[in-house]
């Protein structure tokens, strides 16, 4: 009865395109490996200007002479009519080709760069922009101009289009100097929200790793294991992995994810393998959000084996921070492996923590479920049947948007769910930087110029339109498996409520006798006990107990 299915909860988590480490080197003064200056322009005619796109480009000479005339008609040939006239006619251009770039001079990139280490990303980019437009690929320091324009942008608060021209960098490698620091940066990108497929597939993922330094070697021989492990090819997955180093922190994600990968492959997993996830959960390599992922599937794959005790000592090993109010997902398996052990009390006083009004929007139709369950073993019926309808009165309109087949990513409740974690959490936070980073875009409209201002505004614009077609297609996939879930709960609570009627009608059969209840433990002398008067309090959401007495009969046979 685990809210959502083992696999489903742990392959979000294991093939996550997980933070690197360290922060982005400054650029540093300009030593051997930075870049030369721009050359002088030459005192001769200035050769054609480039496109935007970097190809030179130039425009048709004209003929010096007359053009010549129409033959004329031969006598008593008919005229052609309009019709064939206009078919005769050569097809005018339906657009005019781009204007050619402006002439820059070549010493402005000298002066873009002052600006940026004096610490003005924002008078640097513009000119950066306008000397990379007017200058081809092949100069010495073209690179160079997207790298520092990189990182004016990246300054300025626009992650994704600085991203965009590193990207460029570590696939176009026309300058040797600038990839790694380009890789480097990029690197230290994917700990915020960002293009996974820019960045993770199509450069981390796509690299040759001969030349790579170790740190962004290492990065790369990850993404690549991973991208291996999500096509099924764990061989080759494993072929990346064994270039980490032992002690390293991309060795450790690897090895996480390979473990979760196996998980897909075995029908019971061994304790071996709960052993394997043990060991990540205190491993100081790994982020603290990836060892509280270990220690959950430590907890989940010992429920799914019955070993509920082992399972309550894994979920004490997921340490969250000083006065956070938690995960409520955390604190209703911890509810449901309680109420497995016969622990009625505490895994009712669970339940009253994910009342707090820190977890009322959580999706949980299970939490209605497994507080019935409580109701009805301790012989409350009526609270019992109370609490099953409860499921169905606050999912009413989800439920009957399900019933009619409406579309799902409408339904608020449903929505929430779905990107609350997962890849649709993902696509929704990206997306959510790409509307921020957007609106800030438009304040920096007077500094950039026209040029550069336009050039990126249409770049969010594309940019905004594939995250929006990304996360509805995630948003899709992700609220039908929610709705599974609502249904699945829905159907059980009504049976639910038929064993409960039927409870409330059953006759006592004469000589029974009210059961003994299991005997509490009670207070040590170090504690103290306060009744509940409604008021939550972030330090003690995990400490509720509920006293309530058994009602129950015991039959004499």
Same mark, same amino acid.
């Given at each position: 009865?685990?809210?959502?299915?083992?696999?489903?909860?742990?392959?979000?988590?294991?093939?996550?395109?997980?933070?690197?480490?360290?922060?982005?080197?400054? !650029?540093? *003064?300009?030593? =051997? @490996?930075?870049? &030369?200056?721009? %050359? /002088?322009? $030459?005192? +001769?005619?200035?050769? #054609?200007?480039?496109?935007?796109?970097?190809?030179?480009?130039? !425009?048709? *000479?004209?003929? =010096? @002479?007359?053009? &010549?005339?129409? %033959? /004329?008609? $031969?006598? +008593?040939?008919?005229? #052609?009519?309009?019709?064939?006239?206009?078919?005769?006619?050569?097809?005018?251009?339906?657009?005019?080709?781009?204007? &050619?770039?402006?002439?820059?001079?070549?010493?402005?990139?000298?002066?873009?760069?002052?600006?940026?280490?004096?610490?003005?990303?924002?008078?640097?980019?513009?000119?950066?922009?306008?000397?990379?437009?007017?200058?081809?690929?092949?100069?010495?320091?073209?690179?160079?101009?997207?790298?520092?324009?990189?990182?004016?942008?990246?300054?300025?608060?626009?992650?994704?289009?600085?991203?965009?021209?590193?990207?460029?960098?570590?696939?176009?490698?026309?300058?040797?100097?600038?990839?790694?620091?380009?890789?480097?940066?990029?690197?230290?990108?994917?700990?915020?929200?960002?293009?996974?497929?820019?960045?993770?597939?199509?450069?981390?993922?796509?690299?040759?790793?001969?030349?790579?330094?170790?740190?962004?070697?290492?990065?790369?021989?990850?993404?690549?294991?991973?991208?291996?492990?999500?096509?099924?090819?764990?061989?080759?997955?494993?072929?990346?992995?064994?270039?980490?180093?032992?002690?390293?922190?991309?060795?450790?994600?690897?090895?996480?994810?390979?473990?979760?990968?196996?998980?897909?492959?075995?029908?019971?997993?061994?304790?071996?393998?709960?052993?394997?996830?043990?060991?990540?959960?205190?491993?100081?390599?790994?982020?603290?959000?990836?060892?509280?992922?270990?220690?959950?599937?430590?907890?989940?794959?010992?429920?799914?084996?019955?070993?509920?005790?082992?399972?309550?000592?894994?979920?004490?090993?997921?340490?969250?921070?000083?006065?956070?109010?938690?995960?409520?997902?955390?604190?209703?398996?911890?509810?449901?492996?309680?109420?497995?052990?016969?622990?009625?009390?505490?895994?009712?006083?669970?339940?009253?923590?994910?009342?707090?009004?820190?977890?009322?929007?959580?999706?949980?139709?299970?939490?209605?479920?497994?507080?019935?369950?409580?109701?009805?073993?301790?012989?409350?019926?009526?609270?019992?049947?109370?609490?099953?309808?409860?499921?169905?009165?606050?999912?009413?309109?989800?439920?009957?948007?399900?019933?009619?087949?409406?579309?799902?990513?409408?339904?608020?409740?449903?929505?929430?769910?779905?990107?609350?974690?997962?890849?649709?959490?993902?696509?929704?936070?990206?997306?959510?930087?790409?509307?921020?980073?957007?609106?800030?875009?438009?304040?920096?409209?007077?500094?950039?110029?026209?040029?550069?201002?336009?050039?990126?505004?249409?770049?969010?614009?594309?940019?905004?339109?594939?995250?929006?077609?990304?996360?509805?297609?995630?948003?899709?996939?992700?609220?039908?498996?929610?709705?599974?879930?609502?249904?699945?709960?829905?159907?059980?609570?009504?049976?639910?409520?038929?064993?409960?009627?039927?409870?409330?009608?059953?006759?006592?059969?004469?000589?029974?006798?009210?059961?003994?209840?299991?005997?509490?433990?009670?207070?040590?002398?170090?504690?103290?006990?306060?009744?509940?008067?409604?008021?939550?309090?972030?330090?003690?959401?995990?400490?509720?107990?509920?006293?309530?007495?058994?009602?129950?009969?015991?039959?004499?046979?």
């Amino acid at each position: 009865m685990m809210p959502r299915s083992l696999l489903a909860a742990l392959a979000s988590a294991a093939l996550l395109v997980l933070p690197g480490s360290g922060s982005a080197r400054a !650029a540093g *003064a300009r030593s =051997s @490996g930075a870049p &030369a200056r721009a %050359p /002088a322009a $030459s005192s +001769g005619s200035p050769a #054609p200007a480039p496109s935007n796109s970097g190809t030179p480009t130039a !425009a048709p *000479a004209a003929s =010096s @002479g007359t053009p &010549a005339a129409a %033959p /004329a008609a $031969s006598p +008593g040939t008919p005229a #052609p009519d309009s019709a064939d006239a206009k078919a005769a006619a050569p097809k005018k251009e339906e657009a005019a080709p781009p204007p &050619a770039p402006e002439k820059v001079d070549p010493k402005i990139f000298d002066q873009a760069l002052s600006d940026y280490f004096d610490g003005k990303p924002r008078a640097a980019a513009g000119p950066l922009f306008a000397w990379l437009s007017a200058t081809p690929k092949t100069d010495d320091n073209y690179a160079w101009g997207q790298y520092f324009l990189a990182r004016s942008l990246i300054d300025l608060g626009l992650t994704h289009a600085g991203a965009t021209y590193l990207a460029r960098i570590a696939r176009e490698r026309t300058n040797p100097n600038v990839l790694p620091r380009a890789l480097e940066l990029l690197k230290d990108l994917t700990d915020k929200p960002h293009d996974d497929v820019m960045i993770d597939e199509q450069v981390f993922a796509a690299l040759d790793l001969g030349f790579l330094e170790q740190e962004a070697g290492a990065y790369a021989h990850y993404q690549q294991g991973l991208v291996d492990l999500r096509v099924g090819n764990e061989r080759w997955a494993n072929t990346h992995f064994a270039k980490l180093d032992e002690g390293s922190a991309e060795a450790s994600r690897a090895k996480f994810a390979l473990l979760v990968t196996r998980l897909k492959t075995v029908k019971e997993p061994s304790e071996e393998l709960i052993n394997d996830f043990l060991t990540l959960s205190k491993d100081e390599k790994l982020t603290h959000e990836s060892r509280n992922e270990a220690a959950l599937a430590v907890a989940r794959l010992r429920y799914e084996r019955k070993d509920f005790k082992g399972a309550l000592e894994a979920y004490n090993l997921v340490q969250l921070p000083e006065l956070d109010p938690g995960r409520a997902t955390l604190y209703l398996e911890e509810a449901w492996t309680r109420y497995k052990l016969g622990e009625l009390r505490a895994a009712l006083g669970i339940l009253t923590t994910l009342d707090a009004p820190s977890f009322r929007d959580e999706f949980l139709p299970d939490k209605y479920l497994l507080r019935a369950l409580i109701f009805r073993d301790l012989c409350h019926y009526l609270p019992a049947k109370r609490s099953a309808k409860e499921l169905t009165r606050r999912f009413g309109d989800s439920l009957e948007a399900i019933a009619e087949r409406d579309d799902l990513t409408q339904d608020l409740r449903l929505r929430r769910a779905a990107e609350a974690h997962g890849a649709t959490r993902r696509a929704a936070r990206f997306k959510e930087v790409l509307e921020l980073e957007s609106e800030r875009l438009g304040r920096y409209a007077g500094s950039f110029g026209d040029r550069l201002q336009s050039h990126l505004t249409k770049l969010y614009a594309l940019s905004l339109g594939e995250a929006e077609r990304v996360y509805q297609s995630r948003l899709t996939e992700a609220v039908r498996q929610e709705a599974d879930t609502l249904l699945q709960a829905s159907e059980q609570v009504r049976l639910m409520e038929y064993e409960v009627g039927l409870k409330l009608y059953e006759r006592v059969k004469k000589g029974s006798k009210v059961a003994t209840p299991p005997e509490e433990e009670l207070l040590k002398a170090e504690q103290v006990a306060f009744p509940f008067d409604g008021e939550y309090w972030n330090d003690e959401l995990k400490s509720y107990r509920v006293r309530i007495e058994s009602r129950c009969i015991e039959e004499n046979q």
